[in-house]
Nanobody, 126 residues
Framework: QVQLVESGGGLVQPGGSLRLSCAAS????????IGWFRQVPGKEREGVSC????????YYADSVKGRFSISRDNGNNTVYLQMNSLKPEDTAVYYC???????????????????WGQGTQVTVSS
């Protein structure tokens, strides 16, 4: 069974950094597009970033461009979301998701992926 597990969330002050990890069991992330999404209560899930494949395209939501970076560690079967210059409005539950390579689209990163993790809370507050 496909399982994705996010980690690395927590409480950070404005301007700080966090690195989220998305690890997989039972399948190889290299074969999938990986997306990062976030959601706050009462709002729709928002696409933050996606990577179509290890050598393919990467996209970012306008709200995080220049601050967030998605990367893959093929040896560890893990995808990361490096988040810098965090703002209070970045506070949300962050999810990673996996799907076919064409799921990674722009300008809107749509939450139409096949497999999802359970989410990790990121809170940006002083």
């Amino acid at each position: 069974q496909v399982q994705l597990v996010e980690s690395g969330g927590g409480l950070v002050q404005p301007g700080g950094s966090l690195r989220l990890s998305c690890a997989a069991s039972e399948f190889t992330l290299n074969a999938y597009a990986i997306g990062w999404f976030r959601q706050v209560p009462g709002k729709e899930r928002e696409g933050v970033s996606c990577s179509s494949s290890p050598e393919g395209r990467t996209y970012y939501a306008d709200s995080v461009k220049g601050r967030f970076s998605i990367s893959r560690d093929n040896g560890n079967n893990t995808v990361y979301l490096q988040m810098n210059s965090l703002k209070p409005e970045d506070t949300a539950v962050y999810y990673c998701a996996a799907g076919s390579w064409w799921r990674c689209t722009a300008p809107t990163i749509k939450p139409n992926y096949d497999y999802w993790g359970q989410g990790t809370q990121v809170t940006v507050s002083s």
